[in-house]
């Protein structure tokens, strides 16, 4: 360095030199060569930026994968569900035609039902109807019984006579073995 200086100061002779000039001194220069690594080797040594910006390079590096696998993913995401709404119209159509065709098995069920409820109801009107018109014939003849047997009392009373009944006893006791008269 020394040499540069003497040789810097033989080519300046009289007049301001290029080096020295106002604004564009050579020392200026030399000093920013010299900062510049001795800068770069304090921050690495001494501050570790050298690891702190691998280690940020890697972060950024491991973000930007997995911002690329998640964007992967949603594009799949995407296509799948493209892919099912382009399918929609025909799945719900298939579901209208699936409820229509179970709409009419339930109808038919139902009609079937209903019939075999009717005949069931029908038959058991016609028992209901058997059994009461044999109660009221059963009604009828107790009835017409104790109609006839009221009314042949009446007459019997109406019409009998105390020497009727009095040969009627006689003749019943002569039956069961009595004493004679």
Known sequence: MVTLS????ALSEGETPWWNYPGFELWKFINLAIFIPLLIWFLNRVLG?????RHRKEQISRDLDRARQER???????KEVEERLSHLDSEVAAI??????EAAEERERIAKATEVEMAKLSEQATREI?????????????????????????VIRREMKPEDDA????????????APQ
Do not use: H, M, N, P
């Not at 104790?146 to 042949?152: F, N, Y």
């Open 167 to 178: 040969r009627l006893i006689s003749r019943s006791v002569e039956e069961l073995g009595g």
């Open 72 to 78: 992967d993913a949603a594009v799949a995401k995407l």
């Open 6 to 9: 003497i040789i810097l100061f």
């Open 96 to 101: 209208q035609e699936q409820s229509k065709r």
């Open 49 to 53: 930026v050298r690891g702190s910006l």
């Open 130 to 154: 058997e059994s009461a018109g044999k109660a009221a014939k059963f009604e009828l003849r107790r009835y017409a019984a104790e109609t006839s047997v009221r009314l042949a009392e009446e």
